[in-house]
């Protein structure tokens, strides 16, 4: 049994009908990558997923329970947390009281809360030396840091990154893919949206192309990499 599986998944912003019909699963362990062109509805996608936008058809399987329609902060709970794109990170808190604010579901458990901070100052030790930063103070690339560390405070079983690479430099991108990939080896499963399609293929197992809402094309990343269509849709090969 997938670890999420979302069929015919319909959702709207207002009379705009952004996706029509998704079917879309992420065996446990694995790391998915979900690419498109802008306005396709990767982020809709994710957005429904964790609760934020409620779809008007169709359903949401997490771990065996139907999500679709849940609270977002329920969604939190059962293990799915979400790295928006664009960072949004609280600029007038520090580095720890952000990395506090995700760690929110665990009640107020200081013994978890510390084993966590402990865990995401490991995988990203520029955090730890900035600890009492304010966030708007730091770089670019340290606030996606801290915004993938903030959501892996809640312990999430499947972690969903939108654009993890944007607006960052050459070097900093290669950083945070090799950092989606350790985080997959510690047992997070990851769904990735990401609009570097090579990048976003290469790190994953396996992928899904969405096009105005469709899923167009799916199947394993390597293949998908080497497919006409998407390397001249995506991959800027003629």
């Known amino acids: ?9 319909h959702t709207y912003y207002g009379h705009v009908h952004a996706l029509k019909g998704v079917d879309l699963e992420v065996e446990e362990g694995e790391i998915v990558s979900l690419i498109g062109a802008n306005g396709a509805g990767k982020t809709t996608t994710l957005r429904t997923i964790s609760g934020l936008i409620r779809p008007v058809q169709g359903t949401i399987t997490f771990d065996g329970q139907t999500i679709s329609g849940v609270p977002a902060h329920q969604i939190v709970g059962k293990g799915v947390s979400q790295v928006p794109e664009g960072r949004q990170i609280f600029s007038t808190l520090t580095v720890t009281e952000n990395l506090n604010m995700g760690a929110y579901t665990l009640g107020g458990d200081k013994e978890a809360i510390e084993q966590n901070r402990r865990r995401v100052y490991d995988l990203f030790p520029r955090l730890e030396e900035r600890k009492n930063q304010l966030g708007g103070t730091l770089s670019g690339g340290e606030q996606q840091m801290l915004t993938i560390a903030r959501a892996l405070m809640a312990q999430p079983r499947l972690l969903m990154l939108d654009e993890p690479s944007l607006g960052l430099a050459p070097l900093l991108v290669k950083t945070i893919f090799e950092t989606v990939r350790e985080i997959n080896a510690h047992g997070v499963t990851i769904l990735l949206v990401e609009q570097n399609a090579r990048a976003a293929l290469k790190v994953a ?6 096009e105005t809402g469709h899923v167009v094309l799916s199947g394993p990343a390597r293949g998908l990499l080497q497919d006409e269509r998407v390397r001249k849709a995506y991959l800027g090969e003629k």
């Open 205 to 210: 197992h396996r992928g899904y192309v969405l």
């Open 1 to 9: 049994m997938a670890l999420l599986k979302i069929e015919n998944l």
